[in-house]
């Protein structure tokens, strides 16, 4: 009798086995790739405005301009002040200081109109920390990456948020009549906006937020030097304007935020309640994997996968 073994079933049991060993060890390797890209959990960081988010006005020297504060007429704030040196504070007309001015050692003062409107003088404050706090601040906002390119902005606008920390680059916004500036999206989220261009708003144009966005939440960043920043008319605005080389001026507008800059004029009636930028964001949401570009570790696994499909099946084999 011939005992005739067939080892075929054997065969492709081994090498249907060994397939789907092999496109395991393809699943792990890309697994492996897609958990390990730095993108896939990656967030961004709000700015942290240090001791500089502590006043409603903040005026910062610049190498070659002196810091001021200019209130004229019936304008007032509701808030502290602060002035670094070399500076002026220069308060005139009826409009009421509801707050303290802390003043660095060497600003000079310019006072006349109602006695007491002037708020709470504080010379030979120590702002050097509040200065460099909002120096650091705004190169750090430019550098963040953005999620959204808009350009020119001179025609009425609508950003939709993205549920988290939005990062608007934007070249100009220059409004006017009744244009408006939206910004949509839910209490959580931020917004900061890099500014390089000119920023001006006039007429009844105004700065809106929607959808539960807090002013606290808004930061509007000019980290260049550039023209003056204004307001006028009627318009109105919210959030936290960080322009350490650039002026500013509320000309007869409402702000409902913050001013850092070099000059600081408010006038002819304009008015500014005092809210802070708060840096506390919340933590983002859960974010699919970002796969990235093919690894050695997934190629590897890939061509493994690759070599066993092609691999040929072996004939029933019968020994003589």
């Known amino acids: 009798m011939i005992l005739v073994l067939d080892w075929t079933p054997t065969l492709r049991h081994t090498s249907a086995t060994m397939k789907r060993f092999v496109f395991f060890l393809a699943g ?8 390990s890209s730095p993108n896939a959990t990656a967030s961004l960081v709000v ?3 240090g001791e500089a988010a502590n006043y409603a006005l903040f005026a910062i020297p610049k190498t070659s301009d002196a810091a001021s504060i200019t209130i004229s007429s019936a304008s007032g ?15 005139s007309g009826a409009g009421v200081i509801t707050g303290s001015v802390f003043l660095a050692t060497g600003v000079t003062t310019s006072i006349s109109g109602v006695p007491g409107a ?10 050097a920390q509040a200065i460099s706090d909002a120096l650091l601040a ?26 988290n ?7 100009t916004i220059n409004l006017g009549g009744v244009k408006t500036l939206t910004l949509s999206g839910n209490a959580a989220e931020f917004f900061i ?9 006039s007429g009844s144009s105004a700065f809106v937020l929607a959808g539960g966005v807090d002013p606290s939440h808004v930061l509007l960043n000019f980290p260049t030097t550039g023209n003056g920043i204004g307001f006028s008319a009627s318009s109105a605005v919210k959030g936290t304007f960080l322009a350490p080389y650039r002026d500013f001026t509320l000309h007869g507008a409402n702000l409902e935020g ?20 708060n840096d506390f964001a919340p933590p983002p949401p859960p974010q699919e994997p970002v796969i990235p570009e093919p690894s050695s570790l997934m190629l590897l696994g890939m061509g493994l996968a690759a070599l066993v499909a092609r691999r040929p099946r072996s004939s029933s084999i019968s020994p003589r």
Not at 138 to 156: F, K, M, N, Y
Not at 165 to 171: E, K, Q, T
């Open 193 to 201: 906006l890099n500014i390089s261009g000119d920023f001006d708003f």
């Open 28 to 35: 792990v390797a890309i697994s492996v790739a897609t958990l």
């Open 258 to 277: 913050a001013v850092i800059a070099n000059d600081i004029r408010i006038t002819s009636g304009g008015q500014d309640a005092f809210v802070g930028f």
């Open 138 to 163: 705004s190169t750090g906002a430019s550098l963040l990456p953005s999620t959204q390119l808009l350009g020119d902005i001179t025609d009425t606008t609508l950003v939709t948020g993205n549920g």
């Open 77 to 91: 704030v509701l808030g502290d002040l602060a002035i670094g040196n070399p500076g002026l504070y220069d308060k």
């Open 47 to 49: 700015p942290d405005l």
């Open 118 to 127: 002037e708020g709470t003088l504080v010379p030979n404050s120590n702002l």
């Open 165 to 171: 920390v939005n990062v608007l680059s934007i070249g």
